[in-house]
């Protein structure tokens, strides 16, 4: 069992910056890969960033690359997303998720668990 919760999400300009964390917890913790999926109201969830737990390299969406950073702390107790140059097009509800492999694009397979999710609003 392994249970995620998400904070930072909030209301920013185009061109501004938000970190988004995720304090992850529960026993099986070291089993998944941990990583950021957003949805769009009425569109189908995409990932964003991840981490895999077998060699701590991270993967990103293309559009994100250059400007969204993902890390963590040394035991993946608690996995950050910082998110610069945001663009209208960013504006998605994120969810912190752990599934079975982080995807060199950024997508998450086989995701087991979710957090409840942040709404990220990027306004002009």
């Known amino acids: 069992e392994v249970q995620l919760v998400e904070s930072g999400g909030g209301l920013v300009q185009a061109g501004g910056s938000l970190r988004l964390s995720c304090v992850a917890s529960g026993s099986s913790l070291a089993d998944y890969d941990i990583g950021w999926i957003r949805q769009v109201p009425g569109k189908h969830r995409e990932g964003v960033s991840c981490?895999?737990?077998?060699?701590?390299?991270?993967h990103y969406k293309d559009s994100v690359k250059g400007r969204f950073t993902i890390s963590s702390d040394n035991f993946k107790t608690t996995v950050y997303l910082q998110m610069n140059s945001l663009e209208l097009e960013d504006t998605a509800v994120y969810y912190c998720?752990?599934?079975?492999?982080?995807?060199?694009?950024?997508?998450?397979?086989?995701?087991?668990?979710w957090g409840n999710g942040t709404l990220v609003t990027v306004s002009s």
């Open positions: 981490i895999r737990s077998s060699d701590d390299s991270t």
């Open positions: 998720a752990a599934a079975i492999l982080c995807g060199t694009t950024g997508s998450m397979y086989d995701t087991h668990y």
